[in-house]
């Protein structure tokens, strides 16, 4: 008589359950939890780097926004004084901060439309071009990547009142030419051309990018359909470029908005504070020891800042 054994089921692992709701316990895979940790130890140099060099800074400067803060306070912090909006109230009622914030409305109101137009024609005169585009790019792009000090000394000598390139030019024609920089007329005008001179090429590279993803069978497709060069561009390209013009104007807007370089230069700000901008105001105020005044200023630019980025992205987002 033989008897039939029989093997044993194999084991079969199951997931341990919770002796409470009887459910799966999930495990935390030890890698993945790993990995966490490794990134945290590589994220920590910069966000105390972050901290330190930039938030600190920031929270700093606004808290001292609201205080009476000198430099000759640095000696004795505690006898700083707490005034709360006093800094805010004096700025608005102080008239060289009010001319100032003029001129700032000018440089956005000139140099914004003016920068964005040549941009934009350029770009679309480069991508109808087949030869020499890449030099025309670099030559275009170039004074971007210039030093804006050495680029403000040269335009500086071009534009003296007696023996500059321009007025010597102009002057083969009869014209007297004046003095671009000597004169609180002509003064914030030149600025601005100059900054457009040297900003376009920013602006130039990225709307050349969005003109290229334009499908040419639309443009093909309105053309046959009798569209002018015009219309085409007014009704096809443009739309299709509203997300760019976008960026462009809210980047350009907050460069004009910070305009300082050119006319630190180029003019120390005159003629009579012609020239000079909120920026320059606030280099200045630190400058003379109101550290206080200086924070104020700043934060009022940058509410100015982010209002203007509101009301752009309201008028030129995409319709829902």
């Known amino acids: 008589m033989s008897t039939t054994r029989t093997s044993p089921a194999p084991a079969t692992t199951s997931p341990v359950s919770s002796p409470e709701r009887g459910t799966p316990t999930r495990h935390v895979d030890p890698t993945r939890r790993q990995q966490a940790i490794a990134a945290w130890i590589l994220a920590l140099p910069f966000m105390a780097l972050f901290l330190v060099f930039t938030a600190g800074p920031v929270l700093a400067s606004l808290g001292m926004s609201f205080t009476d803060m000198r430099s000759t306070d640095m000696r004795n912090p505690f006898a700083v004084e707490f005034v709360g909006l006093q800094n805010y109230l004096d700025l608005l009622a102080d008239p060289l901060f009010r001319k100032v914030t003029v001129n700032t409305a000018l440089y956005l109101v000139l140099g914004v439309p003016l920068t964005m137009a040549v941009a934009l024609a350029t770009a679309v005169g480069l991508n109808r071009i087949t030869r020499l585009k890449g030099f025309f790019r670099v030559s275009f792009y170039l004074p971007v990547v210039t030093s804006i000090v050495a680029v403000s000394v040269v335009w500086k000598f071009l534009l003296r009142d007696e023996g500059g390139l321009v007025n010597t030019v102009i002057g083969w024609f009869g014209v007297d030419g004046p003095g671009w ?78 305009f300082f370089e050119e006319a630190f230069v180029m003019t120390k700000g005159g003629p009579l504070d012609a020239t000079k901008s909120i920026t320059f105001f606030t280099y200045d105020q630190w400058g003379y020891g109101n550290y206080a005044v200086g924070s104020a200023a700043a934060y009022l630019l940058f509410v100015a800042i982010m209002l203007l980025t509101w009301l752009q992205f309201r008028l030129l987002r995409e319709k829902d």
């Open 181 to 258: 920089l000597d004169s609180t007329t002509t003064a914030l005008p030149t600025l601005v051309v100059m900054a457009v001179w040297r900003n376009f090429g920013t602006l130039m590279v990225i709307f050349l990018a969005a003109l290229q993803t334009v499908p040419r069978e639309l443009l093909e497709a309105a053309e046959t359909d009798g569209a002018s060069g015009w219309s085409r561009f007014r009704y096809i390209t443009v739309p299709m470029l509203r997300p760019v013009l976008l960026f462009g104007a809210v980047i350009t807007s907050i460069g004009y908005l910070q």
